[in-house]
């Protein structure tokens, strides 16, 4: 297979448009402004085509436009103004333009472009007045010898633009036919400001930065809410830049995070605004004096460690100017009346699976639910262009390529970078930091390393603030802050892979010095302070995977770990034991849901569970609790790893019921994916313990097991012996589950033998056994085995309908190993109603649900299948069935579902 090219670099230019005052056109003429826009939109496309360009897109009331030259840029930007300056009929809008031209380099994905150039060419026309064009010194070095006729470039010399990042030298486009003089440029220098230079580009917060435009707009007092090194400062003082047009007497930025004293909020305030203390009056008063005629902009930078001096200020400071706005940042909220919390959330990062590792995580032996999976391998096709549209892999290559010019996104590095922006939680800060470390480290080892992460991340700038220098040290900062019952919690949290609820942070974190009545309080202190996230409206809670290692660390230093972990284990048990009732019944759909939510930590009980002798025991009920839903979920590489690690925990001569039980679920989990010489082994064991302790219920629980070993074997007499004993045995224990399992493998063998009307007769039998059960998923296997039944007799409107009944089944229950033997049921039903491309594109589909997960076709449903499959390769041709395949392989999930509704007449 061929490596997949890296993301295209290339050199372009790139005109940006905007109609000046379109806010206020649109609020007072609508009517008339949306005429004006539809004339405005047809002239920019008109431009852009004839000077050869390429319109990208449309943004808000302007254009982003792209070209191969730079003249041809310029010659677009004079055809649009030379055309909005047209005099226009009477009644219609006169609407005008500001334009903006800067070139370099940049990427092209998915048919837009990407890269610094584009933010540069943005903040460049919104620098312009409407009916001016300026352009950077690059293309006016570029174009000044192919500039259209009568056009001539204007030098206007350096200004800071409002990305706050280096000056730049612009030029203005000169006409005669166009307006020559403009008031000074809307740069940082027009407007009073202390806003200072940044040293990187701002990135991948285009939305958030929205946002927060938007809610300050409606609030006097806006908190931007966060965990250190989450880019709040960052954004206060982007949004600063953007806003100066709005505040005539300016926007100040005052920095707190070296104040060691409440006392001096008021002071640093007043240095920056220039304001000196009255005699007779303190600070305070003298700053309260000076803002009650002004419009201004206050950004109090990093407040939580003197929020209530913040606060205290910011209430005053509103009360005394209706002009007066103030943001803040801060990892606690100010809590003042009127103030709006805005929390700023991490940067967008790639889904666990999106960089094709391993979807199911490994399991350690350590406390952890998840170890880390760095892919060696290339990257799937694809997937270079798709981590380019999240937001954290954006800031991580425009870091590191600041340190090494050469780094690129390909092929060989794109699940390394993945896996570093989704272990380190989008955070900017941890990623600036492990960007900086590929100027000695690949990738690669940079994401094997992160289990280390607070000793790898580490910054050489000596001109940031200590505590931003490592990632230890910006959550130290946080952690200081706590009083003594906040950090017993917080350490205590540590233990939760994945989340949790309130009622199990009560469980597990109370106890030792902390009362369960004061979890609640202290939990929602912890969320204030921006060290704990509140999702799915306070139904749960979690940390940072960064700030869960933090506060796993500080667990392991105060001597508090192993009680935690063993309340945790307990916690989880139970859990499981009340979902496993769940599973055999009607809220079967809900208890896989409930169990999805706390996989992670299931897992992390299974791990804790390798290290402390006092969890044997727990261990190997856990993986006991555990199996249906790792049969269910189609999780069973994963179920029988956790099975096997459990049991490798026991001795060898441990001959009691739980290690018997715990072989009998890894025999039969090794079953369903066909590795049948490991299930025979695991079953036999599991038999011989059963037979030594004469547990009659054990026995009874491994004969249909066995049963199956004997059948794939090719020995049916004996299988059938094997499954009407357990059907006795099973009815005289009142054992309804497993009396239907019995049965339901002796009508497999029944069916295979060509004996339909006894097989029917049992299905039927084993459908009653469930529906009295109420087991959902059961149910549905029962359906499928009776449409097999129809299919192969040509009963096509029972199957139809079984079909159908389990189809509804599997959308509410949402079962792996319902969903992949629907696909093939389905696919036999379609090759014997002339539809062999429907049967090739499900089979497929099933196939490779099958390569995912791990589920095999027992031998009797496979006798039933490949017949049919055959005949659809017959009537497509070898070439053109394998077509149909491979499509269903690659279809997405919804599609998949749409042609096997039309299949069962579940839709049109």
Known sequence: MSAEPSTASLFRTFLFTDIEGSTRLWEHEPARMRAALERHDELSRAAVRAAGGELVKTTGDGVHAAFEQPHAAVAAALALQQAMAAPVAEGQLALKVRCGVHCGECEARDGDYYGPVLNRAARVMGAAHGGQTLVTQAVAERAANHLPAGTTLLDLGTVRLRDLASPERVHQLLHPALRAQFPPLRSLEATPNNLTQQLNSFVGRERELAEVRQLLARTRLLTLLGMGGIGKSRLSVQLGAELLDEYPDGVWLVELAPLADPLLVPQALASVLGVKEERGAGVTEALLTYVRDKSLLVILDNCEHVVHACADLAKRLLQASPGVRMLTSSRDVLQVAGETVYQVPTLGVPAADEDGADTVPPVRTGGEGRAATVPRRPARPGLVNELGRHAAVQLFLDRAGAVQPSFRL?????????????????????????????????????????????????????????????????????????????????????????????????????????????????????????????????????????????????????????????????????????????????????????????????????????????????????????????????????????????????RPDQRDFLRCRALCDAGQLAYYMGRHVDARAFLEESHAIALELGNKERLSALLAPLGMLQATAGDHAQAIATFESAVAVS??????????????????????????????????????????????????????????????????????????????????????????????????????????????????????????????????????????????????????????????????????????????????
């Open 731 to 908: 009815e005289e224990l009142g054992h309804r589950r497993q009396a239907a399992v019995a049965l339901n493998s002796l009508a497999q063998l029944h069916r295979a033998s060509g004996n339909l009307p006894t097989a029917e007769a049992l299905y039927q039998r084993v459908l009653g056994l469930l529906q009295e059960l109420g087991d959902s998923e059961s149910i549905a296997i029962a359906l499928l085995n009776l449409a097999m039944l129809a299919i192969t007799a040509g009963d096509d409107q029972p199957a139809r309908s079984r079909l159908s009944r389990v189809l509804a089944i599997e959308r509410e229950i949402n079962s792996k190993p319902v969903y992949k033997s629907l696909l093939e049921v389905a696919a036999g039903f379609c090759a014997t109603n002339n539809d062999p491309g429907g049967c090739a594109y499900l089979f497929g589909s099933a196939e490779e649900i099958g390569a995912k997960t791990g589920l095999q076709r027992e031998r009797e449903d496979d006798e039933f299948l490949r017949p049919l499959v055959e005949r659809a390769r017959c009537d497509l041709g070898s070439a053109g069935f394998e077509v149909q395949t491979a499509a269903g392989r690659r279809a997405p999930e919804l599609e998949v579902r749409e042609l096997l509704a039309r299949v069962v007449r579940l839709a049109k």
């Open 410 to 650: 390909d092929p060989d590095n794109a699940a390394a970078v993945a896996s570093i922006c989704r272990r380190l939680d989008g955070i900017p800060l941890a990623l600036e930091l492990a960007a900086a470390r590929t100027r000695a480290l690949s990738v690669q080892v940079i994401a094997e390393r992160l289990k280390d992460r607070f000793r790898l991340l580490v910054s050489g700038d000596q001109t940031v603030l200590p505590r931003q220098r490592t990632l230890r040290a910006l959550i130290d900062w946080s952690f200081e802050l706590l009083s003594e019952p906040e950090r017993t919690l917080f350490r205590r949290l540590a233990v939760f892979a994945g989340g949790w609820t309130l009622e199990s942070a009560e469980r597990v974190c109370a106890g030792e010095g902390l009362d369960e009545a004061d979890v609640l309080d202290l939990l929602a202190q912890l969320v204030q302070k921006s060290l704990v996230v509140m999702e799915r409206e306070g139904a749960r809670y979690r940390m940072l995977e960064t700030v869960r290692a933090y506060a796993a660390e500080k667990l392991a230093d105060a001597g508090d770990e192993a009680a935690a972990r063993r309340r945790h284990v307990s916690h989880y048990v139970d859990f499981a034991d009340r979902m496993r009732g769940k599973l055999a019944g009607p809220e079967q759909a809900g208890g896989l849901a409930e169990l999805d939510l706390e996989r992670d930590n299931l897992l992390a009980a299974h791990a804790w569970c390798g290290t402390d002798a006092e969890c044997l025991e727990p261990g190997l009920r856990l993986v006991f609790l555990l199996k249906i839903y790792w049969h269910a979920r189609g999780l069973l590489s994963l179920g029988l790893r956790v099975t096997v690690e459990a049991l490798g925990r026991t």
